[in-house]
């Protein structure tokens, strides 16, 4: 008994790859979906669709009241939402400073993956106490813990996220809150298969499980963690990885 039929579950960013996967899935586990993105629409009729951006306080204060008067309570927070704006610190060649990592960038990836993530736990939160309690996943990634080539922006994010699930696990926890980090490895998403044919080859080359990761595997560690099954796990990270970070 996975204890998730009928309970209330917002994904953000449910539009595409590993949010879109994890909203079909607790639809398949019985569960009420509201499906947040920045874009217009899901490519699927099923589901309740929200648009909300994670980075824009009253939009998500909105949104959540919306799900709090359609379906009474908030149980489940899929905090997926995220971006990518990948440039190098500081790109310099013959005396000259050639690019830097903008400022613009820098602040476009933390407002969407960091202060989007605290936005929609802190609109969250208060749902959760008054209904006893509820469960906060974080989308972190491998890269979060062994920091990446050209992602300053990216890696903060998905490094403090993780710093933002043990904190909130230790502060909501006596509320019966508990508080998740999931970091995927190389998952075949749009937001992966842009990158070069030879850099993708190189990933699977690093994976011990020798394959990328399908947006279902992530979403099936999202479903376990938010089950009774996992009723004493709290303060976690757990990656998915095809074992990428002993490789
Ligand atoms: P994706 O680009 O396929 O989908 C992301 C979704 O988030 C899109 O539908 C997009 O519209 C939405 N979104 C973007 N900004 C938003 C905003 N401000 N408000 C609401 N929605 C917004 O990405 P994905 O590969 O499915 O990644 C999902 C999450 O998993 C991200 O947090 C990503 O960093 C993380 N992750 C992905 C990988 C991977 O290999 N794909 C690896 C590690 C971590």
């Not at 070069?196 to 990933?203: F, R, V, Y």
């Not at 080359?205 to 999202?222: K, L, Q, S, V």
């Not at 089950?227 to 990656?239: D, R």
Request: hydrophobic share 45%; charged share 20%; proline share 2%.
């Amino acid at each position: 008994e996975t204890g998730l039929q009928g309970k209330v579950v917002i994904v953000t960013g449910a539009a595409a790859g590993i949010g879109r996967a994890t909203a079909e899935r607790f639809t398949q586990e019985g569960c009420r979906v509201a499906w947040w993105d920045v874009t217009e629409t899901v490519p699927t009729g099923e589901g309740f669709f929200q648009k909300v951006n994670v980075a824009d306080a009253g939009s998500v204060e909105d949104a959540v009241k919306t799900v709090v008067e359609k379906w009474g309570g908030v149980h489940v927070l899929v905090n997926n939402a995220g971006i990518l704006r990948d440039a190098q610190l500081i790109k310099y060649k013959d005396g000259a400073v050639t690019g830097l990592m903008s400022e613009e960038n820098f602040d476009a990836v933390v407002g969407v993956n960091l202060k989007g993530v605290f936005l929609c736990t802190r609109a969250v939160a208060p749902h959760m106490i008054a209904g006893g309690g509820g469960v906060v996943l974080n989308a972190s990634s491998v890269v979060g813990l062994y920091g990446n080539f050209g992602q300053t922006n990216y890696v903060a994010t998905k490094s403090g996220v993780i710093g933002m699930t043990k904190t909130w696990a230790r502060e909501l926890g006596k509320y019966q809150i508990r508080v998740n980090a999931v970091a995927p490895g190389f998952i075949a998403t749009e937001m992966v298969k842009q990158m070069p044919e030879k850099i993708l080859q190189g990933m699977v080359g690093r994976t011990p499980i020798g394959r990328m990761g399908r947006p279902e595997d992530i979403a099936n560690a999202y479903v376990w963690l938010a089950s009774e099954a996992a009723s004493f796990v709290t303060g976690t990270v757990l990656s998915v990885d095809g074992g990428v970070v002993v490789g």
